[in-house]
């Protein structure tokens, strides 16, 4: 495996529960960070809120968070983890494959990869049994090709380090961004 470059996006909610600040994190292929980036909190406006209804969290996570985080971005990603469902969608705005990342609920879990292509999930075990196993899905416009063009490097990546943890350390910035910078709140 040549030394691949992860990309992890998300949206999370600031601490007041009226506005969201959107997220990227590239790392190498240990989990080192290579860069860092960040919205201020965007908070939609009542007419907003009225006129998106249920679709306003995910224009707010995807046309004004994520999709501009990534187009600033210098450190290009071989693929992109997500932990929020609808932001599996930004894989229609750009050229990288962009997968739904969850840790795997025990009842999954039988100590082999389990492939259901039809629904586009994966699960992926670590062959040293070091991390919790995930379950990965592909945008299902995109299963055969991303899958084609990823999954061997995710396998190989997830021996190095949990695939999922730097959406915990997304969040701790993020709360820390919160407490020190009203720009955050």
Do not use: W
């Amino acid at each position: 495996m040549s030394k691949k470059k992860i990309g992890f996006v998300s949206l999370y909610e600031t601490e007041v529960k009226d506005s969201y600040v959107g997220t990227v994190l590239i790392t190498d292929h240990y989990g080192i960070p290579l860069e860092f980036k960040c919205t201020h909190s965007v908070k939609a406006t009542a007419i907003q809120k009225a006129l998106y209804g249920e679709r306003l969290e995910p224009y707010i996570g995807i046309e004004l968070c994520a999709i501009p985080l990534l187009k600033s971005i210098t450190n290009t990603p071989d693929f992109i983890f997500v932990n929020v469902p609808y932001l599996i969608a930004i894989r229609k705005k750009i050229d990288v494959p962009t997968i739904l990342i969850n840790r795997a609920s025990k009842e999954e879990v039988t100590g082999e990869i389990m492939e259901n292509t039809k629904e586009g999930k994966i699960l992926v075990v670590n062959e040293y049994g070091t991390y919790e196993p995930v379950e990965l899905e592909y945008h299902p416009d995109y299963l055969k090709k991303d899958t084609t063009n990823s999954l061997e490097d995710i396998k190989s990546v997830f021996t190095n380090f949990d695939l999922y943890e730097p959406f915990e350390r997304m969040k701790k910035s993020v709360e820390i961004l919160g407490k020190s910078d009203s720009k955050f709140k």
